[in-house]
C-alpha cells in the first residue's frame, strides 16, 4: 500500500468506484422522486418521474414555456423555493409573475428570490440550498455552471435529496452532469366553443441518463385541476381544405346572358347594354351606353 494512502481512504475510493460503477439508475433507485403528471412521459424516464439531482430545462428566447414546465414540477413538491438569478436576468425579466405561477400550483409566498451580479455567489448559494434540508427545489435563472460546477451541483443533490432546475435559453447548451435534459415550447392551443382553450406546449427530452430515449410530446394544462396531460398534436390542415368550393363564377361576374356572345376580355364586346371593357388601373369593369 502507498504510504500516503490510509486504509480509510482506500474504503472510500473503492466505495466511490463501486457507485460509478453502479451507474445513475441503480444511485438514485429507492430515492423520492417527482412525476411529471403525464403517464407516457414519466413511463420513459428510467425513474419513473424526476430524481434527486440537476435537471435542465430550455426555452427560446422570450418564451416563458421553460419556465412554466419547471414551476409545474416544483409546484406539486412542498416547502420554499430558493430561486437564485444574476442580476442582469432580474433587470431583464423582472420577478416571477404572481398570478401566473398561482395557475401553475405555485404559491408566490414559497419563492426565496436570491440575486447576485457574480456567478461564483450564485453557484455557492445554489450549493449551500441544495443542502438545506426543507427546500421543495433550487432553481438557477440566468447562470449555467460549467462541468465541475455542475458535478458538485449534483453530488450536493445526491446527497441531501434536493431537485436543482437549471433554466437555459435557446437550443445550444454547455456541458454538464444534468441527469435529464428537457427543450420546452409555446403551442397553440385547442380552440373551444366560447374561445381559446387551455395552454399547451411541445416538451422535448433531449437527454436522460439511465437509459432514456429521447423523445417529444405535446401537453395541456388544465388550470381548474392543476394538472397535465399528453394530447395528440392537431392535424396540419385547415378546415377550409376539407370542404369542396362550390362551382360558381368569381364575384362581379355573372356569365354570358343568354341571347349575347361570350365575352371577350381581351377586346370590346358591343351587346345590347353597350359597350363593356376592363379599365386598365383597376382592373374593374366599365360600361359605355
Same mark, same amino acid.
Given at each position: 500500500?502507498?504510504?500516503?494512502?490510509?486504509?480509510l481512504?482506500?474504503?472510500?475510493?473503492?466505495?466511490?468506484?463501486?457507485?460509478?460503477?453502479?451507474?445513475?439508475r441503480?444511485?438514485?433507485e429507492?430515492?423520492?422522486?417527482?412525476?411529471?403528471?403525464?403517464?407516457?412521459?414519466?413511463?420513459?424516464?428510467?425513474?419513473?418521474?424526476?430524481?434527486?439531482?440537476?435537471?435542465?430545462?430550455?426555452?427560446?428566447?422570450?418564451?416563458?414555456?421553460?419556465?412554466?414546465?419547471?414551476?409545474?414540477?416544483?409546484?406539486?413538491?412542498?416547502?420554499?423555493?430558493?430561486?437564485?438569478?444574476?442580476?442582469?436576468?432580474?433587470?431583464e425579466?423582472?420577478?416571477?409573475?404572481?398570478?401566473?405561477?398561482?395557475?401553475?400550483?405555485?404559491?408566490?409566498?414559497?419563492?426565496?428570490?436570491?440575486?447576485?451580479?457574480?456567478?461564483?455567489?450564485?453557484?455557492?448559494?445554489?450549493e449551500?440550498?441544495?443542502?438545506?434540508?426543507?427546500?421543495?427545489?433550487?432553481?438557477?435563472?440566468?447562470?449555467?455552471?460549467?462541468?465541475?460546477?455542475?458535478?458538485?451541483?449534483?453530488?450536493?443533490?445526491?446527497?441531501?435529496?434536493?431537485?436543482?432546475?437549471?433554466?437555459?435559453?435557446?437550443r445550444?447548451?454547455?456541458?454538464?452532469?444534468?441527469?435529464?435534459?428537457?427543450?420546452?415550447?409555446?403551442?397553440?392551443?385547442?380552440?373551444?366553443?366560447?374561445? !381559446?382553450?387551455?395552454?399547451?406546449?411541445?416538451?422535448?427530452?433531449?437527454?436522460?441518463?439511465?437509459?432514456?430515449?429521447?423523445?417529444?410530446?405535446?401537453?395541456?394544462?388544465?388550470?381548474?385541476?392543476?394538472?397535465?396531460?399528453?394530447?395528440?398534436?392537431?392535424?396540419?390542415?385547415?378546415?377550409?381544405?376539407?370542404?369542396?368550393?362550390?362551382?360558381?363564377?368569381?364575384?362581379?361576374?355573372?356569365?354570358?346572358?343568354?341571347?349575347?356572345?361570350?365575352?371577350?376580355?381581351?377586346? !370590346?364586346?358591343?351587346?345590347?347594354?353597350?359597350?363593356?371593357?376592363?379599365?386598365?388601373?383597376?382592373?374593374?369593369?366599365?360600361?359605355?351606353?
Open positions: 500500500m502507498h504510504p500516503h494512502i490510509t486504509p481512504r482506500t474504503e472510500r475510493i473503492a466505495h466511490a468506484a463501486a457507485l460509478l460503477r453502479q451507474g445513475p441503480e444511485r438514485l429507492g430515492r423520492a422522486r417527482t412525476c411529471t403528471g403525464a403517464i407516457e412521459i414519466d413511463d420513459v424516464l428510467p425513474w419513473g418521474g424526476l430524481p434527486s439531482g440537476l435537471h435542465e430545462i430550455a426555452a427560446a428566447h422570450g418564451d416563458a414555456a421553460g419556465v412554466a414546465f419547471a414551476v409545474k414540477l416544483i409546484g406539486q413538491r412542498p416547502g420554499p423555493v430558493l430561486w437564485c438569478r444574476s442580476r442582469r436576468t432580474a433587470l425579466t423582472g420577478d416571477p409573475y404572481g398570478p401566473g405561477i398561482v395557475g401553475l400550483g405555485l404559491s408566490p409566498d414559497r419563492l426565496i428570490l436570491v440575486e447576485a451580479a457574480k456567478p461564483a455567489e450564485l453557484l455557492w448559494a445554489m449551500e440550498g441544495v443542502r438545506t434540508k426543507g427546500l421543495a427545489a433550487v432553481v438557477a435563472d440566468g447562470v449555467m455552471p460549467n462541468l465541475t460546477a455542475s458535478r458538485r451541483l449534483q453530488l450536493a443533490a445526491e446527497a441531501g435529496g434536493g431537485l436543482v432546475f437549471m433554466l437555459a435559453t435557446g445550444q447548451s454547455a456541458p454538464s452532469t444534468a441527469l435529464t435534459r428537457w427543450f420546452a415550447a409555446s403551442a397553440p392551443s385547442r380552440p373551444e366553443a366560447d374561445g !381559446p382553450g387551455r395552454p399547451c406546449w411541445t416538451i422535448e427530452l433531449w437527454r436522460c441518463r439511465g437509459g432514456g430515449r429521447p423523445q417529444d410530446w405535446m401537453v395541456e394544462w388544465d388550470n381548474a385541476a392543476l394538472s397535465m396531460s399528453v394530447v395528440s398534436p392537431m392535424a396540419d390542415r385547415s378546415l377550409a381544405a376539407t370542404i369542396p368550393a362550390p362551382n360558381r363564377s368569381p364575384p362581379g361576374f355573372d356569365g354570358p346572358r343568354p341571347g349575347r356572345d361570350p365575352i371577350d376580355f381581351s377586346r !370590346p364586346n358591343s351587346g345590347a347594354a353597350g359597350t363593356i371593357g376592363w379599365n386598365d388601373l383597376g382592373g374593374r369593369k366599365s360600361a359605355a351606353a
